[in-house]
């Protein structure tokens, strides 16, 4: 019974000092405005910059399994040699995926790939049909695994088996390097843009909490005078902080999803961006983007009022 009374006080006091931290958000609406105003573009920065990593790795990812290595075989292989070879890239954790190009299918590719070309056709006839080796086409997992499987394919073993190594064509390579480095860029320039607009929204709402705290100076100290705990002062501030960080959160995520939503159907049919849409909607996704970028804004918000509040609310600690 007495658990009871306990338990329903401690609601009827948490529900009293929202109530007040809600209106105090009201009392100081300009300031209230843009404190909020920063945090927003703050949280939309943190939260646009995991969107955009997350897409320039998954471009990075799938461009860079298109781009192929490829192991031209000596004519003489042996059977057992190829095997080897097979068995030893197919192992590989480097290895996304793996094709043998026979002879024929080197032919008829050239042939696809040239039908326009009649001086390439008629150099081919002249040759021979077999002139074209044999071939293994490796897809790496990523970027950097190429050269871990070129050390596989250039193993002494191999030297009789294997005529010559192609690490994909030259420009695309570049271009999926130039990627990469564009993603670490966009990493580094816009956790320092979250960081310099965080660092604003706490000054702001630091000074928005200490002049509330100078406006109820007087009503204050007539809690103080009537035994009100610390914890009874300090609530409604904090509810109010916390409560810039919940409607700038919310407004984070609405503006973020809205550039996905409309952005997203136009790219879902390349390769490169589909996989990115598919994940940030999944409702899941959406649910977790929302309660991690609310949960930053309450954190960001509540850090600024105790900052504000231990400076200028003289409290004793009972």
């Given at each position: 019974m007495r658990r009871d009374r306990s338990i329903k006080r401690w609601l009827i006091t948490v529900y009293r000092l929202s109530i007040t931290g809600i209106r105090n958000l009201f009392r100081n609406a300009w300031l209230s405005v843009?404190?909020?105003?920063?945090?927003?573009v703050a949280l939309s920065i943190l939260l646009f910059t995991v969107v955009l990593n997350v897409t320039t790795s998954n471009a990075i990812t799938e461009l860079s399994r298109n781009l192929k290595v490829s192991i031209y075989l000596e004519d003489d292989i042996t059977n057992e040699q190829r095997f080897e070879l097979e068995t030893a890239l197919a192992s590989s954790p480097y290895?996304?995926?793996?094709?043998?190009?026979?002879?024929?299918?080197?032919?008829a590719r050239f042939v696809e790939?040239?039908?326009d070309d009649e001086a390439?056709?008629?150099?081919?006839?002249?040759?021979?049909?077999?002139?074209?080796?044999?071939?293994?086409?490796?897809?790496?997992?990523s970027l950097d695994d190429f050269g871990n499987i070129e050390v596989i394919a250039l193993d002494e073993q191999f030297d009789e088996a294997i005529e010559s190594i192609t690490l994909g064509r030259t420009d695309a390579r570049a271009t999926i390097e130039r990627a990469a480095q564009a993603q670490a860029f966009i990493t580094s320039a816009s956790a320092l843009a979250a960081i310099i607009f965080t660092v604003i929204s706490v000054l702001i709402i630091f000074n928005t909490i200490r002049i509330a705290i100078f406006t109820r100076n007087e009503e204050i100290r007539n809690m103080k005078l009537v035994g009100a705990t610390p914890w009874y002062i300090r609530g409604p501030f904090l509810v109010e902080a916390s409560m810039y960080g919940v409607i700038s959160g919310v407004l984070a995520v609405v503006a973020v999803y809205s550039i996905i939503y409309s952005i997203g159907p136009n790219i879902i049919n390349q390769d490169e961006f589909r996989a990115t849409?598919?994940?940030?909607t999944q409702p899941t996704v959406i649910i977790l983007a929302l309660i991690a970028t609310v949960t930053s804004g309450i954190v960001v918000g509540a850090f600024s009022s105790m900052l504000a509040?231990?400076?200028y609310l003289r409290l004793k600690h009972w």
């Amino acid at each position: 019974m007495r658990r009871d009374r306990s338990i329903k006080r401690w609601l009827i006091t948490v529900y009293r000092l929202s109530i007040t931290g809600i209106r105090n958000l009201f009392r100081n609406a300009w300031l209230s405005v843009a404190a909020m105003a920063v945090m927003f573009v703050a949280l939309s920065i943190l939260l646009f910059t995991v969107v955009l990593n997350v897409t320039t790795s998954n471009a990075i990812t799938e461009l860079s399994r298109n781009l192929k290595v490829s192991i031209y075989l000596e004519d003489d292989i042996t059977n057992e040699q190829r095997f080897e070879l097979e068995t030893a890239l197919a192992s590989s954790p480097y290895t996304a995926d793996l094709e043998f190009i026979s002879k024929d299918d080197a032919r008829a590719r050239f042939v696809e790939n040239f039908r326009d070309d009649e001086a390439l056709l008629e150099g081919l006839f002249l040759v021979g049909d077999d002139s074209l080796p044999a071939s293994y086409e490796v897809s790496a997992v990523s970027l950097d695994d190429f050269g871990n499987i070129e050390v596989i394919a250039l193993d002494e073993q191999f030297d009789e088996a294997i005529e010559s190594i192609t690490l994909g064509r030259t420009d695309a390579r570049a271009t999926i390097e130039r990627a990469a480095q564009a993603q670490a860029f966009i990493t580094s320039a816009s956790a320092l843009a979250a960081i310099i607009f965080t660092v604003i929204s706490v000054l702001i709402i630091f000074n928005t909490i200490r002049i509330a705290i100078f406006t109820r100076n007087e009503e204050i100290r007539n809690m103080k005078l009537v035994g009100a705990t610390p914890w009874y002062i300090r609530g409604p501030f904090l509810v109010e902080a916390s409560m810039y960080g919940v409607i700038s959160g919310v407004l984070a995520v609405v503006a973020v999803y809205s550039i996905i939503y409309s952005i997203g159907p136009n790219i879902i049919n390349q390769d490169e961006f589909r996989a990115t849409y598919e994940f940030f909607t999944q409702p899941t996704v959406i649910i977790l983007a929302l309660i991690a970028t609310v949960t930053s804004g309450i954190v960001v918000g509540a850090f600024s009022s105790m900052l504000a509040m231990r400076k200028y609310l003289r409290l004793k600690h009972w």
